[in-house]
């Protein structure tokens, strides 16, 4: 038999599961809380922090979707400081990289994008770092634009939870940290990449892409047209 | 009582918040009835003014004109509205940031240049090291992100200034799109 925790979000009481996390019984109830990192079906590694939660009257911040229901918890998911700090957070994620929402492949189909919205993040107050990292566009079919990356690694984790592949993973730290193909080298070469996409499709920001979806390429695949130039000069026109 | 003196400024942007703007359409009447557009690169008025009430200004700050231009602009001017992506994040301009002046310069004007190499020096103003968020230069008082923002959002903007009113945008508005 399961036991059964009894514990209160924002102040309204609940009932969980043992073994539930916090994000997982807040969401069951209604109550909403952003994450960037967290995907149903993926492990939880708390990497985006966006889920930061108050735990009793200490005033200790620990992320919702790695933590673990327990009996009597008293969680605090909504309060001033907490929507300060998530504005931050947002912030850091923008401005450790190079996110031109408008020009970017995600545009409007954006996780980082909407949370930024739903938050009121409406200008950066820190500084910019503007790092000069790079573009992978090795691979056939896919590209990663290290410049939309927020670390999230639900690429790392769903290349090895769900593919089986383990291509993706993470090197360097802090600032520096980058999610790569087998150990640093092109995605193209990759000897353990099935070419399954799974990483695009889970990745919330337009860090990974299909090829043939950016500003520049875009409307160069759509040329419907072309193949009938031909025949029209041909035929001449119509009388 | 005297009619709101409104301004628009272009710094280092596209036009595309301006072109936006116009998008306004008839509610423009309204605004030309309830304002008056004193500084705007769609009137013919050389200098900026002393005593603006509302200012929009568009794009980064990215050379040393503008610089002097947003100086003279915060100085004399009561609301300032940092208007689209390029005056709140530095947007499209500040793509250059990482990769620094000299060899920007280099890039656009000699290596791919195959005539006339040379790094215009006369009558262009200078660049800065990186463009920069209007926020980073002077204080700013409302924030209208978007690259464009919508015409609906800046006539919600300007519904509320030219009434007196601070809008508060925050949830409406959102970078890109």
């Keep these: ?239 | 009582m005297t009619r709101p003196r409104l301004a628009t400024v272009w710094l280092d942007g596209c036009s595309g918040c301006h072109m936006s703007f116009l998008d306004l359409d008839e509610r423009l009447i309204e605004i030309g009835e309830r304002a008056d557009l004193v500084y705007s690169p769609l009137v013919d008025v050389k200098a900026y003014p002393a005593g603006v009430d509302v200012c929009l200004v568009e794009g980064a700050v990215a050379s040393e004109e503008d610089l002097t231009k947003i100086r003279v602009i915060r100085e004399r001017t009561r609301v300032l509205v940092s208007f689209g992506d390029c005056a709140v994040t530095s947007n499209v301009p500040g793509m250059r940031n990482s990769i620094g002046v000299g060899p920007l310069l280099e890039r656009a004007y000699l290596d791919n240049a195959t005539l006339n190499q040379q790094v215009p020096s006369e009558v262009v103003p200078k660049l800065l090291p990186k463009a920069m968020p209007v926020h980073a230069v002077v204080d700013v008082d409302v924030f209208l992100p978007g690259c464009p923002p919508s015409a609906d959002l800046i006539y919600a903007a300007l519904d509320d200034l030219l009434a007196g009113r601070r809008p508060d945008l925050s949830r409406r508005a959102r970078f890109g799109s």
């Design chain 1, 1 to 239: 038999m399961t036991t059964v925790h009894t514990l209160t979000i924002d102040g309204a009481e609940v009932a969980a599961a043992d073994g539930q996390t916090v994000l997982e019984v807040a969401r069951e109830h209604g109550i909403d809380i952003p994450t960037l990192c967290h995907l149903e079906g993926l492990s939880d590694v708390g990497a985006c922090r966006l889920c930061l939660v108050e735990v009793g009257g200490s005033g200790k911040l620990v992320a919702a979707c790695v933590t673990r229901v327990e009996e009597g918890m008293e969680v605090t998911a909504h309060s001033e400081l907490l929507a300060e700090h998530r504005r931050t957070i947002v912030e850091m994620l923008f401005l450790e990289r190079n996110h031109i929402c408008s020009v970017c492949v995600a545009n409007n189909h954006c996780k980082l994008q909407d949370i930024a919205q739903d938050l009121g993040v409406d200008h950066l107050d820190l500084p910019a770092v503007n790092p000069d990292v790079g573009v992978d566009a090795s691979h056939a079919l896919f590209a990663v634009d290290h410049n939309r990356c927020i670390m999230c690694t639900r690429c790392v984790r769903v290349c090895d939870e769900i593919e089986g592949a383990h291509t993706w993973d993470v090197m360097g730290r802090g600032l520096a940290a980058r999610v790569v193909t087998d150990l640093g080298t092109p995605w193209g070469t990759s000897p353990t990449c099935t070419s399954c996409g799974k990483c695009v499709q889970v990745c919330p920001t337009g860090a990974l892409f299909e090829k043939g979806r950016s500003v520049a390429e875009g409307a160069k695949h759509r040329r419907p047209f072309l193949p009938h130039l031909r025949l029209i000069r041909d035929e001449g026109p119509r009388s």
